[in-house]
C-alpha cells in the first residue's frame, strides 16, 4: 500500500448555523484544486459519526477543471451552492451544507437555508 504524501486539505466547520421547523444545517468547506481532495474532505467530515448519520451532506465546488456538485437527495441543493460559489468567485473550494431532517418538509424554504448556510461560510471565510 502506499500513502499518499499529499496532506488533507484542511476542514473548517460552522457547525450548526440554522434550524427551521427541525431540520438543523451546518456548513463546512476547505480549499481544494481536484476530486480526489474533495472526496477526503467529505471522508474527513463524515468521520464525525454525527455528520455521517446526517440526512444530506449536500456540496459544490469550482475546480480548475470546471463546477462540480452532488445533492445527496436534497434536489437542487447543490446547483444552489454551485451558484454561490460562481457568484462569490470562490475558487478552488468546496462548501458541504449538511441537513439533519426535522421532520417537516420545508418546500421551497429548504433552498433559502441552504442559501444563509452558503452565505454564513462565506461571510466567516472572507478575508
Same mark, same amino acid.
Given at each position: 500500500?502506499?500513502?499518499?504524501? @499529499?496532506?488533507?486539505?484542511?476542514?473548517?466547520?460552522?457547525?450548526?448555523?440554522?434550524?427551521?421547523?427541525?431540520?438543523?444545517?451546518?456548513?463546512?468547506?476547505?480549499?481544494?484544486?481536484?476530486?480526489?481532495?474533495?472526496?477526503?474532505?467529505?471522508? @474527513?467530515? !463524515?468521520?464525525?459519526?454525527?455528520?455521517? !448519520?446526517?440526512?444530506?451532506?449536500?456540496?459544490?465546488?469550482?475546480?480548475?477543471?470546471?463546477?462540480?456538485?452532488?445533492?445527496?437527495?436534497?434536489?437542487?441543493?447543490?446547483?444552489?451552492?454551485?451558484?454561490?460559489?460562481?457568484?462569490?468567485?470562490?475558487?478552488?473550494?468546496?462548501?458541504?451544507?449538511?441537513?439533519?431532517?426535522?421532520? !417537516?418538509?420545508?418546500?421551497?424554504?429548504?433552498?433559502?437555508?441552504?442559501?444563509?448556510?452558503?452565505?454564513?461560510?462565506?461571510?466567516?471565510?472572507?478575508?
Amino acid at each position: 500500500m502506499s500513502s499518499s504524501s @499529499t496532506p488533507a486539505p484542511s476542514l473548517t466547520r460552522l457547525g450548526v448555523v440554522q434550524t427551521d421547523r427541525g431540520s438543523r444545517y451546518a456548513v463546512s468547506g476547505a480549499q481544494v484544486t481536484s476530486r480526489a481532495e474533495v472526496d477526503q474532505v467529505l471522508a @474527513t467530515l !463524515k468521520s464525525d459519526r454525527n455528520y455521517a !448519520k446526517a440526512t444530506h451532506n449536500t456540496w459544490a465546488a469550482l475546480l480548475p477543471t470546471g463546477g462540480l456538485k452532488a445533492d445527496d437527495g436534497e434536489s437542487g441543493a447543490g446547483m444552489v451552492i454551485l451558484r454561490m460559489l460562481e457568484r462569490a468567485a470562490l475558487r478552488d473550494h468546496v462548501i458541504i451544507v449538511t441537513r439533519w431532517y426535522g421532520g !417537516k418538509k420545508l418546500g421551497g424554504d429548504r433552498f433559502r437555508r441552504v442559501q444563509d448556510a452558503v452565505r454564513a461560510y462565506l461571510d466567516q471565510t472572507a478575508g
